[in-house]
């Protein structure tokens, strides 16, 4: 995006607005090595894992996504710049997740059947990994079998569902009438999410909750949890 002038930019020379703007550029231009050394110096600035995530990360995710709608950008940069972002996040991983919390649930997610979007979804997978869950990623394009397989042998407190087409959301429907009908609704709390997704279609669909960001997911997630452990005691105590 941004055209420097033939000269060389040094990361760590610039402060950190102008760092941030940088790897906005950087991450737009699918930079992956200047992304992750971004990343790095803001960490070494006293950033937190969870600002650098936003700020600089997801912010300039959000610049790519829109010229991706306008037509500026097409799908081989926008994947140049996913892995620029994986890379970012990969650094940021294990510091986000590194809380030593006990485990407070567990969940299985995935993207749904035709949809390969998962940047998301690993937002996701990592702050509530943060927030002490223990998540069980099962990957993109799950048809409903995977979903099922996935509960069965892991037994998790959340099922969650992405997607970021509107072409795929509604699979999400597919998932949850399946569970219905096995009589396993219930025994799960389902969160969806992703762009195209509102309240009103998580409402229509049967989910529990639409959450619109990971920092929603895992707030979300302890809350129904928190009323779902307390509901069980009460029934258990009369
Ligand atoms: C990156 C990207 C790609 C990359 C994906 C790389 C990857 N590994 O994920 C590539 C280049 C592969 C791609 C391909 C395509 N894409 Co695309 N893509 C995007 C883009 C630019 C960004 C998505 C993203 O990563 N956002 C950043 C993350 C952090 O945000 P997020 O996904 O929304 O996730 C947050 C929340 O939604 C929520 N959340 C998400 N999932 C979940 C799950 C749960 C359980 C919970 C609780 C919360 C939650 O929390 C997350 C973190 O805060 C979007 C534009 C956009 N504005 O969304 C288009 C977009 C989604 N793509 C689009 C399209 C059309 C396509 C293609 C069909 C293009 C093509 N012609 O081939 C293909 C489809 C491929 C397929 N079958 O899936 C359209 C969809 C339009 C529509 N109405 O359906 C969009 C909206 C762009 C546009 N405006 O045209 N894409």
Not at 109 to 134: C, P, R, W
Request: with cysteine; aromatic share 6%; glycine share 10%.
């Amino acid at each position: 995006m941004a055209e420097d002038d033939g000269e060389d930019i040094v990361l760590s020379e610039l402060d950190d607005d102008d760092l941030v703007q940088q790897m906005h550029d950087d991450l737009y231009d699918g930079l992956k090595d200047e992304i992750e050394e971004g990343v790095n110096i803001l960490l070494g600035r006293g950033w937190t894992p969870y600002e650098v995530l936003t700020k600089a990360l997801v912010e300039g995710m959000r610049i790519v996504g829109i010229d991706f709608r306008d037509g500026i950008l097409f799908v081989p940069e926008v994947l140049m710049a996913a892995n620029a972002m994986k890379a970012g996040m990969f650094i940021l991983r294990p510091l986000l997740i590194e809380t030593g919390a006990p485990r407070v649930g567990k969940m299985v997610i995935g993207t749904v059947k035709g949809d390969i979007h998962d940047i998301g979804k690993n937002l996701v997978s990592m702050m509530m990994e943060g927030a002490g869950f223990e998540v069980i990623d099962i990957g993109i394009n799950n048809p409903v079998e995977n979903y099922l397989a996935a509960i069965e042998e892991h037994q998790p407190d959340i099922l969650g569902m992405s997607a970021l087409l509107t072409t795929t959301m509604p699979y999400m429907k597919v998932v949850i009438d399946t569970l219905k009908e096995k009589g396993l609704r219930d025994d799960y709390i389902v969160l969806v999410g992703g762009a195209p997704l509102n309240e009103a279609f998580a409402e229509n669909v049967g989910a529990d909750a639409y959450c619109r960001d990971a920092a929603v997911a895992v707030e979300t997630a302890k809350q129904l949890i928190a009323e779902r452990r307390r509901s069980n005691s009460e029934a258990a105590g009369q």
